[in-house]
């Protein structure tokens, strides 16, 4: 999944070079003539960077960025380019979530190269997701005596303490421990630890 940029500035001139900027890079982007606009044809893209001008008609640029980071927070970061910066505006935009402040004229290779930035933050963030989700997946095969074998060693009890908690003789946790490893396909106990650590707080899971 390759991520979208989306521009959204009043401009139609700066609004079409951005946009011609960015697919000459090889990125998809799409253009929006004002905050309305996006709101109006909200895309349902999963991930994208948001590139938007501050001053605009109808909802500005501080509005739209409260209103991202809303609906979608970390997986649309926004890049906000104007030609009216100061300090105070910038430290108020970067406080509300906004992750680059570049000032027009604009430097293309600096604005290339932010939105890359966080396309391929954005990648990684995907990649982590679906490895967790994949993780919950083969944790979720476990019975419920297993899950309290399973967070017992990723709590980094013995076989024996497990055991003890559970009332259940040592040689029956290592009978579930096993039945665990084939489960969750761990190809050792440090895999499964990384398991019970990538999950930590989801879907009531102790790790």
Known sequence: MTPSV???DDDADVRDSLITLFRGEGLQARGFESGGDFFDRLPDDVMACVVTDLRMPGIDGSELIRRVMELRGPVWPVVVVTGHADVPVAV?????????????????????????????????VNAERQSRAATVERLERLTPRETQVFDGLIRGQSNKEIAQDLEISPRTVEVFRAKIMVKTEAASLSALVRMGLQVQGDRGWDA
Do not use: H, N, T
């Open 6 to 8: 989306f521009v959204i």
């Open 92 to 124: 108020r935009l970067m406080k509300a979530g906004v992750v680059d402040f570049i000032e027009k004229p604009i430097d293309p290779v600096q604005l290339v190269a932010s939105v890359r930035s966080c396309l391929s933050r954005l990648i990684d």
